[in-house]
């Protein structure tokens, strides 16, 4: 058996990745206890698992309950052990993939400060109102506008605002829910 | 009827409820008042160990030795810390054990007191759950609940950090039973039937089948072990084990295979690689079993018996998953089986096992004997020779004397053998070995040690002095941290880089000077006699066996080679059969 040896570019226990890469959100039902964030966030980093977006806010204040919504970019293979490890964790209820158990509705809220004077305030107001962003603060040389809607949205608007003037921005991050009448 | 007491006495008082007998621990300020408590009553007895990482492991060999949940408690900052290295060979081996921390009063918890960590943040990734009780009345809940999650589903060690003054407060005492309806926490322990009955559909069919067991068949309970013995013998199929499951299945068979994986045999590793039918119970798939992952049981349809959701399609692609409890879905592969065959398929099964015959005949376990020196192999097996007849439990440490433990001692129950397999932790052996020794006083235990290893929590030896635990420590004492040499003889050009055991301790000296029995052995015509020597000796021992210094560790699968790549003893070219990407594996 020896006389089989050859050399072998392999490497073992790392596999090439099963499939190219996907964005899915993830909704997570959890006990609202402290620490279940980091608890959440150290599975990821400990285990290698990416993190575009998270959110977390308590949902159900009677009975503890918290949503997370996690937005990650993995292989297929990878998905399900992001799903399998998160379920493992005792304050966790319930996972959903929400991006592949049909279809869902995603929303983030941006606030958006832009300076800027003359003919770009006009312009600013103009394009704000094309993407139904509200005016929330307001003084002679900026405007703070609230928009929500989806990640491409904001995204889009943030652009356009840049040679406006943008001076910074802060999101929410995603939330995202099922369509239809079933609950989580 | 609920029953005010403090949280220090509630400690006690749920330990008991829950039927502990021994606890491993360290005291300190952060635990005094439980402590206290201890020190009121004796229902539950304390075992002071020399060092927390010793607690740890000892509560893992008294856990791995029952099938209860270890008990340790420590106090705050340095205790917990100490604790991790125990914490997380639990994790990663899947034993049931609840860890007690002291912490600092909750008005100093973030001030940076003295002897504060932030315990439950550095457990967070080396345990199945962990709390901080934060509130008298979560107490009682808390201290059953770490029971249920660490000895249910696949078990694991939690922690409870308790503060100084949650253990003063008084609060109401009740003692859960029920956790059945846990709001979030449901194990799944009974098979899919489908799943099982597909899966004897395709064990009727299958010409080349092979079942691989691991440490999950131990962690269900003996009646899983006399499960897989029935199935087996009601199959015909032949059996291999894990590192983890070694026992479960007797190595007196003639259906034994042998350990699989790295330093497995070479029957076992040829028929995962050429088999058809592949039945994983209760194991995980690690890399030390697969090998080069791309090239693992090419042909087989794999089918993979596990409690944990999250271990099926971990590493490698399963054809038919059932998620359960080992012993249950194995009980029910009987009932299936019988249903449907009364014969074993002796027939069909003949040229598999001829195949099977001339893998064995390769005898990967040979190796070359000496008038001269001791060889390691010779040595565990002339001690194997002086127990044959006894009830014996083993440990070990990590290393090359691991696995000649687990290729030359043959094991026939379940239970006896405790190894730290998954996190390799060097130490691991002299403490568990107490903690066998605390569980079953009048059992032969036997810590199968390197001197490498043994230095690490040789201050655990004091333990057992104290409490008059006749452990055997059984050195085999090559004077290098022997894999690593192996490692860099292979790898890295025979230059061996801080792997020489320089300054070692006279072991028959230390013995003494911690109050027990030193012997030391070089020559194998005197091996039989000072084995005999130890096992007479009615008290802790340290046997210093010197064996030859540069053994290697055959049969092996080198890094980045597949299961019939393996090389033997008596390959002549061991330093060139690892490429240049497998030198960067471990």
Redesign the interface.
């Known amino acids: 058996m020896n006389a089989q040896l050859r050399a072998s570019g392999s490497v073992y226990f790392v596999p090439p990745e099963a499939g190219a890469p996907e964005r899915h959100t993830l909704t997570v039902l959890v006990d609202n206890e402290p620490g279940i964030l980091a608890r959440i966030a150290g599975l990821f980093s400990a285990r290698g698992f990416n993190i575009d977006s998270l959110t977390v806010s308590e949902t159900e204040h009677e009975k503890g309950l918290s949503r997370i919504t996690i937005v990650t970019v993995a292989s297929p293979k990878t998905l399900m052990q992001i799903k399998m490890q998160l379920e493992r964790l005792v304050p966790v209820h319930k996972v959903h993939d929400l991006t592949a158990e049909g279809s869902s509705l995603e929303r983030e809220l941006a606030l958006v400060k832009v300076a800027g004077t003359g003919e770009n305030r006009v312009e600013t107001l103009r394009i704000a109102d094309a993407f139904r962003a509200q005016v929330v603060d307001a003084s002679t040389e900026s405007f703070v506008f609230e928009i929500t809607g989806k990640s491409s949205k904001i995204e889009q608007f943030i652009a356009l605002m840049v040679p406006l003037g943008l001076v910074e921005v802060v999101r929410t991050g995603l939330a995202a829910i099922s369509r239809g009448a079933e609950g989580m | 009827m609920a029953e005010q007491m403090t949280g220090a006495e509630m400690v006690v008082q749920a330990l008991r409820d829950q039927g502990v007998r021994h606890l491993f621990g360290y005291p300190g300020g952060a635990v005094l008042p439980i402590y206290d408590a201890i020190f009121q009553q004796d229902e539950v007895e304390h075992i002071l160990v020399r060092h927390e990482q010793g607690a740890t492991h000892m509560a893992e060999g008294y856990a791995r030795s029952t099938g209860k949940v270890g008990v340790v408690l420590v106090t705050s900052g340095p205790g917990a810390t100490n604790a991790v290295t125990g914490l997380t060979d639990a994790l990663l081996d899947s034993i049931p054990m609840v860890v007690i921390t002291g912490q600092v009063a909750t008005p100093l918890i973030g001030s940076d007191a003295f002897q504060e960590c932030d315990t439950?943040?550095i457990t967070?990734?080396c345990t199945?759950?962990n709390y901080?009780v934060k509130d008298i009345r979560d107490l009682p809940r808390v201290l059953h609940e770490a029971f249920y999650?660490a000895g249910s589903g696949r078990p694991g060690p939690v922690v409870i950090d308790i503060p100084k003054d949650v253990q003063f407060a008084l609060g109401d005492y009740y003692h859960l039973t029920n956790f059945d309806s846990h709001?979030?926490?449901k194990p799944q322990v009974d098979g899919d039937l489908d799943a099982i009955e597909a899966a004897v559909d395709l064990m009727l069919k299958a010409e080349k089948p092979v079942f691989y067991t691991g440490g999950g068949v131990i962690n269900s309970g003996p009646e899983a072990s006399e499960n897989l013995r029935e199935l087996a013998e009601l199959t015909g199929f032949p059996v291999t084990s894990t590192l983890m499951g070694l026992g479960a299945f007797p190595a007196s068979n003639p259906q034994w295979l042998g350990m699989l994986g790295m330093h497995g045999t070479?029957e076992a590793n040829m028929a995962m690689h050429d088999c058809d039918l592949m039945i994983n119970i209760g194991a995980r798939f690690d890399?030390r079993i697969?090998?080069?992952?791309?090239?693992f049981s090419p042909n087989s349809t794999k089918i993979h018996v596990d409690i944990?959701?999250?271990s099926?399609?971990?590493?490698v692609?399963i054809d038919l998953p059932i998620i359960g409890d080992c012993g249950r879905v194995l009980e029910e592969m009987v009932r299936i089986w019988r249903s449907k065959s009364n014969q074993p398929r002796t027939e069909a099964l003949a040229p598999w096992f001829e195949e099977i015959g001339k893998w064995r005949a390769?005898k990967s376990l040979a190796y070359k004997g000496s008038d001269e020196v001791i060889k390691p192999q010779y040595a565990i097996e002339r001690l194997r020779e002086a127990v044959k007849d006894r009830d014996v439990y083993i440990t070990t440490e990590v290393g090359q004397h691991q696995m000649w433990a687990a290729q030359y001692f043959p094991f026939e129950q379940p239970n006896r053998w405790m190894t730290s397999g998954g996190l390799g932790t060097m130490g691991y052996g002299l403490p568990a070995a107490v903690g066998v020794q605390v569980a079953h006083p009048d059992a032969l235990v036997i810590d199968i040690a390197g001197e490498a290893s043994v230095q690490m929590t040789m201050q655990e030896f004091s333990t057992a002095i104290q409490y008059k635990l006749p452990i055997k420590v059984f050195i085999l004492n090559n004077e290098y941290m022997g894999m690593v040499r192996q490692w860099q003889e292979l790898l890295h050009g025979g230059r061996y880089s801080q792997s020489y055991s320089e300054s070692l301790p006279d072991f028959v000296k230390l013995a003494e000077a911690f109050g027990g029995k030193g012997i030391r052995c070089e020559d194998p015509g005197k091996l039989d006699a000072a084995i005999k020597e130890m096992l007479d000796y009615d008290g802790p021992v340290l046997f210093d066996c010197r064996v030859t210094k540069e053994e290697n560790c055959f049969p092996m699968i080198p890094?980045?080679?597949a299961h019939?790549?393996?090389?033997?003893a008596d390959?002549?070219d061991i330093g060139n059969?690892i490429?240049d990407?497998?030198k960067?594996?471990v």
Do not use: F
């Open positions: 439950v943040g967070r990734n199945k759950h901080l999650i709001k979030s926490y070479y890399d697969t090998g080069r992952i791309d090239a944990d959701p999250s099926i399609n971990k590493n692609v390769v890094s980045g080679k019939n790549e393996m090389i033997l390959s002549a059969v490429d990407r497998g960067t594996l």
